[in-house]
């Protein structure tokens, strides 16, 4: 394991207080080392094979039925070689996502988010570990808007825009000092260097690698192993 490099874990808004000024806020997040968390696997999760232009066209499809699609993802942070690093999944060694997912109809963005990390990243109900200690979201991030049936994402919605096709939300996941992430066997967690996924829209996709800007807000608070 070297540093600025991702690292496979597992495979098969915090204090605030007024700056110098008065007007500016500053968010105090607090990151615990990597070697706090314990990781392991349980049962595969169904997964779609389908090409981007085959989920563009079940984003229509579902679209007809059930209108706007809202998802949800969580922005987690923990801390390796003194620098904060993003845990993100990656399916068949392709595609990398945040947790999270679709949201259900009837569905809060807390409790659909918690009930995302919890099928992706906790214990299955039922078993031993089933009395992990519940996620604890905290701020909105940001939102990114698909206008059309079409790849392109905007953080922002067009004005033109009268009937948007897809939501994104991201929320900040705050980590307790332990926990343990139990992750389906045909799923990899890694956690990636912040600095690695800054700009890097070719590899990860615009949504993520436009996260650091996102907390740019945020003083990091990297706590001693």
């Known amino acids: 394991m070297r540093e600025g490099e991702a690292v496979v874990l597992a495979n098969s808004g915090g204090d605030e207080h ?9 968010y105090a997040v607090d ?50 070689f003194k620098h904060p690093h993003l845990l993100l999944l990656q399916v ?5 996502n945040l947790p999270g997912g679709r949201l259900r109809q009837g569905d809060s963005d807390l409790e659909g988010l918690q009930r995302k990390l919890s099928r992706k990243l906790s214990p299955d109900e039922g078993s031993d570990n089933s009395d992990e200690i519940e ?21 922002y ?15 900040m996941v705050k980590l ?4 343990k992430f139990i992750v389906p066997k045909n799923m990899k967690l890694l956690a990636v260097p912040l600095c690695q996924v800054h700009g890097n829209h070719k590899t990860y996709g615009s949504i993520i690698a436009g996260i650091p800007q996102l907390l740019s ?9």
């Open 176 to 179: 307790p000092v332990c926990r």
């Open 135 to 155: 996620w604890e979201v905290g701020d909105l991030l940001g939102m990114w808007w698909r206008p059309e049936f079409e790849a392109l994402l905007y953080p």
């Open 92 to 96: 068949k060694n392709t595609t990398f």
């Open 18 to 26: 007024q700056g110098d000024g008065g007007s500016l806020v500053d």
């Open 157 to 171: 919605l067009p004005p033109n825009t009268k009937q948007p096709k897809e939501c994104t939300k991201l929320f």
């Open 217 to 225: 807000k945020y003083s990091f608070n990297m706590i001693e192993a």
């Open 31 to 80: 990151i615990y080392p990597l070697s706090r968390y314990y990781f392991g696997t349980k049962d595969a999760l169904s997964t779609k094979d389908e090409t981007p232009a085959d989920s563009l066209l079940r984003l229509k499809s579902n679209y007809e039925v059930r209108g706007l699609r809202t998802s949800v993802q969580g922005v987690i942070l923990v801390e390796l």
